[in-house]
């Protein structure tokens, strides 16, 4: 991990984030262009024909994760865009806030960040930055986007209980199964460096 603390519209909490992560807006008018440049960096030294498929298929499935984020209300997905050893890796992360009115409103909250149970091969809880956390992994195929193959995903989620009547929700996301686990340690020690931003 480098020494960037990036902010990551979660209030006054962070993040650690490794290089090679690009932040893209969910705006309708912004998201396809700026998936053009992530894929341009991924694929940088590769022959264009050599990775088509890999790339209408990366790009679609970015396309559609920052519709639905901006439908959730996220402004912004954190992307691993730089090859890992010259391969191109999927990865990404959605961060958003909770804001409960009351204590009555925290199942639905729960529900609706912990959408469905599909494909969950692991639920754990414990103290993450001070605060009561729930992680979850899940295994499943990801919606088919129209031209492209149905496509594996393994996804870590996190709700991390910042205070009384607010959750922060971190999920990640990769698409590429043979390094899968080592995406999800990578995922974990990043949720690990959450921290609350000191007061300046």
Not at 21 to 30: C, G, I, K, M, Y
Not at 68 to 84: K, M, S, Y
Not at 125 to 140: D, K, N, P, S, Y
Not at 158 to 171: F, S
Request: aromatic share 4%.
């Amino acid at each position: 991990m480098n020494d960037e603390i990036r902010q990551l519209g979660a209030g006054e909490w962070q993040l650690l984030i490794p290089p090679g992560w690009a932040t893209l807006p969910t705006a309708a008018e912004r998201r396809k262009a700026a998936v053009t440049r992530a894929m341009d960096r991924m694929l940088a030294g590769r022959h264009r024909d050599e990775l088509i498929t890999l790339r209408i298929e990366v790009e679609s499935q970015l396309l559609a994760m920052l519709a639905e984020a901006a439908q959730n209300g996220v402004l912004r997905v954190h992307a691993l865009t730089e090859p890992i050893r010259g391969v191109p890796v999927s990865g990404a992360l959605v961060v958003s806030e909770l804001v409960l009115a009351s204590d009555d409103d925290l199942f639905a909250a729960v529900a609706k960040a912990f959408s469905g149970d599909e494909g969950v091969v692991e639920v754990d809880r414990f103290m993450l930055a001070g605060c009561e956390t729930v992680r979850r992994r899940r295994h499943v195929l990801a919606p088919v986007v129209e031209g492209s193959e149905p496509v594996w995903t393994t996804s870590v989620e996190y709700l991390v209980g910042t205070g009384p009547l607010e959750i922060l929700a971190l999920a990640f996301t990769t698409s590429t199964e043979p390094v899968a686990d080592e995406m999800v340690a990578l995922f974990d020690s990043i949720a690990e460096s959450l921290h609350r931003r000191a007061p300046r």
